[in-house]
């Protein structure tokens, strides 16, 4: 396939060695479109020397954008590469940007990266060495081939545009000159019509600026974009290049799940993303019952996956089948309810451009009432074409990065399953098989042995994952939590206390932790310990975007309760009442609570 080469052509020596560098670094079929103002003499002289250059005249004075539509008169391929004459492209540079713009589809335009420029195309490179340059280029495309990354902003100074979309908003637009914002103005009406941007990250050019007015002057080129500026205002209204990096668009979601024996919940949780998925991939690990069956009714993505006990394999061959914008995994046994699928599907309308993930709250358990007693902050939605890969055999997590999201949308984790041996089993098996542990599996191995109260087992694990020293800090703090537990279960009252006061060196005091020494020191019967330790928890301001495992009634209801216990131990019925009124707040329709009650108006009755 053919692709025409529009430079335009400002300086005779800039323009030699840009023709040059182009023939030397480019194999795949091409034609050269030059265009150059009247006044250029020598610049004309030496294109009718070159046969196999196509030369295009335009006034003198004229500016990027009118260049470039009159070098686009003449082009006639489904690509046209526009690009100034100070530009040194590199090998194989063309063919990327072919393979860039027929991967992505809705593309109409793409860039290269450069060095020396603005915006989401810069790489610092600062060697003027053409061998460098042409090293570090094969590198590049190497280590990122065929990759590419959707940006609301291209620039002018080399971008390849589909004709037929060029064609379609009419060009740049020469209100824009003698340069700047002709690049802005395109890519916003391009966004406007439904299309997309995106950057070849394998392939690299060399922005160098030796000659004309910019070289000579700094400022001049500060002084157009000034003025353009002010033409993008009166145009528009507001500010383009903030409202390009500001931009919102709709994006296409692919729900990724993986299954096995869900016929319970799995109807239940599908009808809940009505509106929200656009495609539903389902990957059985083996189930017996109605599942494919169920699934079947939503969708016709579903494919089998042998089980080899590892849940991060079968996760990234879920994620292995999208194709739209954004991935979405979820459990058979969550479900959006409808308040938060609302909240979701606005949010799928206009989301920034440049959001890699968005997290959500895991509502994890419920009590009698409906309220919500433990959650935690899951990285649910990501951008497919990251690649961003899940890790762990058991208790995987999305390893993600870049620009995420806290998103105020709660998933509903409705848990059907019964507590089973199927983790540990894996974990057990891993151990006999004597396969490394990571510091997270270790964590999480102690919390299976937690789990099924095998406490000296589990208490051998937290300690190993403890004294690794590189677990993330939210699981650090629960393991002293968990391993104090074990003590107390194993009748070590003092070394349970000692192990949970160590979480407050690596964080300020934790709810749940002060919560659990106020119960250590009950136990005891010692009321005024538990006294000091539940007014901490209760003292405390509840962390609003925590990613940790949040057991929300240690930092609202429970602390309240239990001091309205302690009080009344040691004789302080005023202050009883007091924390069971506060209590009251938040469960006012608890049996405990109104039972305090009575009893204290029975206390007061008796007085009187």
Same mark, same amino acid.
């Given at each position: 396939? @053919?692709?025409?080469?529009?430079?335009?052509?400002?300086?005779?020596?800039?323009?030699?060695?840009?023709?040059?560098?182009?023939?030397?670094?480019?194999?795949?079929?091409?034609?050269?479109?030059?265009?150059?103002?009247?006044?250029?003499?020598?610049?004309?002289? =030496? +294109?009718?020397?070159?046969?196999?250059?196509?030369?295009? $005249?335009?006034?003198?004075?004229?500016?990027?954008?009118?260049?470039?539509?009159?070098?686009?008169?003449?082009?006639?391929?489904?690509?046209?590469?526009?690009?100034?004459?100070?530009?040194?492209?590199?090998?194989? =540079?063309?063919?990327?940007?072919?393979?860039?713009?027929?991967?992505?589809?809705?593309?109409?335009?793409?860039?290269?990266?450069?060095?020396?420029?603005?915006?989401?195309?810069?790489?610092?490179?600062?060697?003027?060495?053409? /061998?460098?340059?042409?090293?570090?280029?094969?590198?590049?495309?190497?280590?990122?081939?065929?990759?590419?990354?959707? $940006?609301?902003?291209?620039?002018?100074?080399?971008?390849?545009?589909?004709?037929?979309?060029?064609?379609?908003?009419?060009?740049?637009?020469?209100?824009?000159?003698?340069?700047?914002?002709?690049?802005?103005?395109?890519?916003?009406?391009?966004?406007?019509?439904?299309?997309?941007? &995106?950057?070849?990250?394998?392939?690299? $050019?060399?922005?160098?600026?030796?000659?004309?007015?910019?070289?000579?002057?700094?400022? =001049? &080129?500060?002084?157009?974009?000034?003025?353009?500026?002010?033409?993008?205002?009166?145009?528009?209204?507001?500010?383009?290049?903030?409202?390009?990096?500001?931009?919102?668009?709709?994006?296409?979601?692919?729900?990724? *799940?993986?299954?096995?024996?869900?016929?319970?919940?799995? /109807?239940?949780?599908?009808?809940?993303?009505?509106?929200?998925?656009?495609?539903?991939?389902?990957?059985?690990?083996?189930?017996?019952?109605?599942?494919?069956?169920?699934?079947?009714?939503?969708?016709?993505?579903?494919?089998?996956?042998?089980?080899?006990?590892?849940?991060?394999?079968?996760?990234?061959?879920?994620?292995?089948? #999208?194709?739209?914008?954004?991935?979405?995994?979820?459990?058979?046994? %969550?479900?959006?309810?409808? #308040?938060?699928? %609302?909240?979701? @599907?606005? +949010?799928?309308?206009?989301?920034?451009?440049?959001?890699?993930?968005?997290? *959500?709250?895991?509502?994890?358990?419920?009590?009698?009432?409906?309220? $919500?007693?433990?959650?935690?902050?899951?990285?649910? +939605?990501?951008?497919?074409?990251?690649?961003?890969?899940?890790?762990?055999?058991?208790?995987?997590?999305?390893?993600?990065?870049?620009?995420?999201?806290?998103?105020?949308?709660?998933?509903?984790?409705?848990?059907?399953?019964?507590?089973?041996?199927?983790?540990?089993?894996?974990?057990?098996?891993?151990?006999?098989?004597?396969?490394?542990?990571?510091?997270?599996?270790?964590? !999480?191995? /102690?919390?299976?042995?937690?789990?099924?109260?095998?406490?000296?087992?589990?208490?051998?694990?937290?300690?190993?994952?403890? %004294?690794?020293?590189?677990?993330?800090?939210? %699981?650090?703090?629960?393991?002293?939590?968990?391993?104090?537990?074990?003590?107390?279960?194993?009748?070590?009252?003092?070394?349970?206390?000692?192990?949970?006061?160590?979480?407050?060196?690596?964080?300020?005091?934790?709810?749940?932790?002060?919560?659990?020494?106020?119960?250590?020191?009950?136990?005891?019967?010692?009321?005024?310990?538990?006294?000091?330790? &539940?007014?901490? /928890?209760?003292?405390?301001?509840?962390?609003?975007?925590?990613?940790?495992?949040?057991?929300?009634?240690? =930092?609202?209801?429970?602390?309240?309760?239990?001091?309205?216990?302690?009080?009344?131990?040691?004789?302080?019925?005023?202050?009883?009442?007091?924390?069971?009124?506060?209590?009251?707040? &938040?469960?006012?329709?608890?049996?405990?609570?109104?039972?305090?009650?009575? !009893?204290?108006?029975?206390?007061?009755?008796?007085?009187?």
């Amino acid at each position: 396939m @053919r692709t025409d080469i529009i430079v335009f052509a400002q300086h005779f020596e800039a323009l030699q060695e840009c023709l040059f560098n182009i023939r030397l670094s480019t194999q795949s079929s091409y034609r050269l479109i030059v265009v150059a103002e009247e006044g250029a003499n020598s610049i004309k002289e =030496w +294109l009718e020397q070159n046969s196999n250059v196509v030369p295009v $005249v335009g006034k003198d004075g004229i500016g990027v954008a009118a260049a470039y539509n009159l070098g686009e008169r003449v082009a006639d391929t489904d690509h046209v590469v526009f690009m100034r004459d100070y530009i040194y492209v590199t090998d194989g =540079w063309l063919e990327r940007l072919n393979g860039c713009m027929e991967r992505n589809g809705r593309a109409a335009m793409v860039g290269p990266v450069s060095s020396g420029v603005s915006g989401m195309q810069n790489a610092d490179f600062p060697s003027d060495n053409p /061998a460098v340059t042409e090293h570090f280029s094969e590198s590049l495309g190497v280590m990122r081939a065929n990759e590419s990354k959707r $940006v609301p902003r291209l620039l002018s100074h080399l971008v390849m545009i589909r004709k037929s979309v060029f064609d379609e908003l009419g060009g740049f637009d020469e209100r824009f000159e003698p340069e700047s914002y002709e690049d802005d103005d395109m890519c916003y009406r391009a966004l406007m019509s439904g299309y997309e941007m &995106y950057v070849a990250k394998d392939c690299f $050019v060399r922005y160098e600026r030796k000659f004309g007015p910019y070289a000579d002057d700094p400022t =001049w &080129y500060q002084r157009h974009i000034q003025a353009n500026g002010h033409r993008a205002l009166a145009k528009w209204g507001f500010d383009l290049p903030a409202a390009l990096y500001a931009w919102r668009q709709p994006i296409t979601i692919s729900l990724c *799940m993986i299954v096995k024996n869900e016929e319970q919940t799995l /109807a239940q949780c599908l009808s809940s993303v009505e509106g929200i998925a656009d495609e539903i991939v389902i990957v059985d690990t083996g189930s017996s019952d109605r599942t494919k069956e169920i699934a079947g009714r939503f969708t016709d993505r579903i494919y089998d996956f042998e089980w080899i006990d590892d849940f991060a394999a079968a996760r990234n061959f879920a994620f292995g089948q #999208a194709k739209m914008d954004y991935m979405l995994w979820m459990d058979a046994d %969550d479900s959006f309810l409808p #308040a938060d699928a %609302d909240k979701f @599907r606005e +949010l799928k309308k206009s989301l920034q451009w440049d959001t890699d993930a968005v997290s *959500m709250v895991y509502n994890l358990s419920f009590d009698e009432y409906g309220n $919500v007693t433990s959650s935690l902050r899951r990285n649910r +939605l990501v951008k497919r074409e990251n690649g961003f890969r899940w890790i762990g055999v058991v208790h995987e997590y999305l390893a993600v990065y870049g620009k995420i999201e806290n998103a105020d949308i709660g998933v509903t984790h409705n848990r059907q399953h019964t507590q089973t041996d199927r983790n540990l089993n894996i974990y057990a098996r891993k151990e006999k098989e004597g396969v490394p542990f990571s510091s997270r599996d270790l964590y !999480y191995y /102690a919390n299976e042995l937690f789990d099924h109260s095998m406490w000296e087992k589990s208490l051998h694990y937290y300690e190993q994952f403890l %004294d690794r020293k590189d677990g993330w800090i939210e %699981d650090v703090i629960n393991a002293f939590g968990q391993a104090g537990d074990c003590l107390h279960k194993l009748d070590k009252r003092l070394e349970a206390k000692a192990k949970v006061l160590q979480s407050f060196a690596h964080a300020l005091p934790r709810a749940e932790n002060c919560c659990r020494l106020g119960y250590y020191h009950m136990e005891e019967g010692d009321y005024a310990g538990a006294a000091f330790w &539940y007014k901490t /928890a209760a003292s405390l301001d509840k962390p609003v975007s925590a990613m940790a495992l949040m057991r929300h009634a240690c =930092w609202t209801w429970l602390p309240h309760l239990q001091l309205c216990v302690c009080y009344n131990k040691l004789g302080r019925n005023d202050l009883a009442k007091h924390h069971n009124e506060i209590a009251g707040t &938040y469960l006012p329709d608890d049996a405990r609570i109104r039972s305090n009650r009575t !009893y204290f108006e029975s206390l007061e009755a008796s007085r009187e």
